[in-house]
């Protein structure tokens, strides 16, 4: 766990303060505890150890957000989703690379509708009231997103088997 | 890692808001009964790597670090041993009782909200103007006195099957499903309607489950299926059809 915690604290802290800018410190305290728990369901050959790593802070801070029942984004949202910087990464992993190629093919509302629910937790009706799009027209832009990282990410997995 | 090249689209829309939260029992149900290994968290994977993605990573204070650190300390007790055969043997026993949960909560919904009654509701159906349109029988077996009609609302998303003298069936061996055509879809996949049994061949009124939005129905078809139904039917056997005029 010490190692775990030296190689991600970064990339978890990150993770939480984007979801909960005010309270990350019990976040990262959580997600650690449930990284432990889940340790042994990791499977190399399925996700790499980073995109595992921020698969379940993703699932932590979402369920918090949805038992505290409380708006998802407490900060400014950026009409245009940056990407994060090469290195920025404990590890570049060939996922993120891969998604990050998709997110900059997507029309920038698809990129905002994606970014918003996977990077930020809204739900859909939260991104149609923050963006001003229609119910409908955010559910294809985050599934269509979603899809097309998913099929890239099929990909790198045959390249690299 | 399982590579789907297709998937139901009712799968892959739940898979997709499994990724984004949390499903209800009645989905979670929904799912399993699509058939999906529920191992499958490739759409969640791709959710955590547009976020690897999209973080600017920034070092977590040393203060922080040591709080938190300790705290963890605190908290664990023992090492990680969930085998991951066991830990997917709970999760199939998780949405087996999720599965009978969302039955329960839908039976409880039901009674709950006081509903109408099928032979109401479609009759309200057809008083709010949607037309009854009037089934036509196959050659098949199971339809050969067939007759009755179906109920549709587009606007609604709801309606209702009328069918009397059509073959009762044994849920275990074979069961009837409905079929959608929707103009806006591709024909070659009608949205599932819903399987269902006949109990009598008196006058039997049947709910309609549409598993997708529909648009513009076209054409409402009845097939055989085997028991549980089908993601996409051979139509090997149809036994009524009906289409708006």
């Known amino acids: ?73 407490t900060e400014p949202i950026a009409d245009e989703p940056q990407l994060a910087a090469a290195g920025n990464a404990p590890d570049t992993c060939a996922e993120a690379s891969q998604a990050a190629r998709v997110l900059d093919q997507l029309r920038p509302d698809q990129r905002r509708a994606v970014v918003l629910a996977t ?43 | 890692m399982k590579t789907h090249v297709l998937m139901h689209p009712r799968a892959e829309e739940l898979l997709v808001e499994r990724a984004l939260r949390p499903l209800t029992a009645a989905e979670q149900a ?20 547009a976020l690897v993605a999209t973080t600017h990573v920034e070092p977590m204070p040393d203060e922080v670090l040591d709080r938190v650190a300790a705290r963890i300390a605190g908290a ?15 999760a199939r026993w998780l949405v087996a009782i999720a599965a009978a949960a969302g039955i329960v909560i839908v039976i409880g919904l039901y009674a709950r909200r006081g509903e109408l009654a099928p032979a ?35 606007v609604k998303q709801r309606g209702y099957m009328r069918f009397v003298g059509l073959a009762v069936n044994d849920p275990t061996a074979w069961q009837y499903q409905l079929w959608i055509f929707d103009r806006t879809r591709d ?46 039917s051979k139509r090997e056997r149809i036994v009524v059809m009906a289409k708006p005029s």
């Open chain 2, 120 to 154: 109401d509701a479609r009759a309200a159906l057809i008083g709010d103007g949607s037309r009854a349109l009037p089934w036509t029988a196959t050659a098949d077996t199971a339809a050969k006195s067939a007759s009755g009609d179906v109920v549709w609302s587009d």
């Open chain 2, 30 to 49: 929904e799912l399993a009964a699509l058939g999906v290994d529920v191992d499958d968290d490739s759409i969640e994977i791709a959710a955590a790597a």
């Open chain 1, 1 to 73: 766990m010490r190692d775990c915690l030296a190689r991600y604290r970064g990339l978890v802290w990150s993770i939480a303060r984007r979801f909960e800018p005010s309270d990350a410190e019990d976040a990262v305290q959580e997600i650690f505890v449930d990284l432990w728990k889940s340790a042994a369901r990791y499977d190399a050959s399925v996700a790499s150890e980073t995109v595992f790593i921020a698969m379940i802070a993703r699932r932590r801070l979402i369920d918090r957000r949805r038992s505290r029942d409380r708006r998802p984004v």
């Open chain 2, 187 to 232: 024909q070659a996949y009608p949205v599932d309607g819903g399987v269902f049994d006949v109990s009598s061949t008196g006058e039997v009124i049947v709910p309609i489950s549409a598993k997708l939005h529909v648009d513009q129905a076209t054409l409402f078809a009845v097939t055989v299926e085997r028991p549980g139904g089908v993601v996409v």
């Open chain 2, 76 to 90: 664990l007790d023992g090492p990680p041993v969930i085998p991951i055969d066991r830990a997917r043997r709970r």
């Open chain 1, 119 to 161: 990077c930020h937790g809204m739900s859909h009706g939260e991104i149609a009231e923050a963006t001003g799009m229609p119910l409908g027209t955010v559910k294809a832009h985050v599934r269509r997103g979603l899809m097309a990282i998913r099929a890239a990410l099929s990909g790198v997995r045959e390249e690299t088997a």
